[in-house]
């Protein structure tokens, strides 16, 4: 079992920035691969973000160039940087752990809104 605790979330204004974090527990997290989705009011699911056991980043359209995904191992721990956020980022964004495809876990979810 593994345990997903996500922090960071909040109230931003255009254009500002923030900082998720995702503290993990419960089983490894060196060889896992650690990713970021979000979901909007009435939309599916979406990826945001993965990084490997390696370090190896993956991102997604929607913030690729906004966004910085990075793991402390020691701390096990996964961030989201996320910089010149719009209103149209506001959604719950979940930490994501996969050390198999048979070994996935979600984090509770941590809410984002962007507004004035």
């Known amino acids: 079992q593994v345990q997903l605790v996500e922090s960071g979330g909040g109230l931003v204004q255009p254009g500002g920035s923030l900082r998720l974090s995702c503290a993990a527990s419960?089983?490894?997290?060196?060889?896992?691969?650690m990713g970021w989705y979000r979901q909007a009011p009435g939309k599916q699911r979406e990826l945001l973000a993965l990084?490997?056991?390696?370090?190896?980043?993956t991102y997604a359209d929607s913030v690729k160039g906004r966004g910085t995904i990075s793991r402390d191992n020691a701390k096990n721990t996964v961030f989201l940087q996320m910089n010149s956020l719009k209103p149209e980022d506001t959604a719950v964004y979940y930490c994501?752990?996969?050390?198999?495809?048979?070994?996935?876990?979600w984090g509770q979810g941590t809410q984002v809104t962007v507004s004035s």
């Open positions: 994501y752990y996969r050390f198999s495809m048979d070994i996935i876990y």
């Open positions: 419960g089983r490894t997290f060196s060889n896992a691969v």
């Open positions: 990084i490997s056991s390696g370090g190896s980043r």
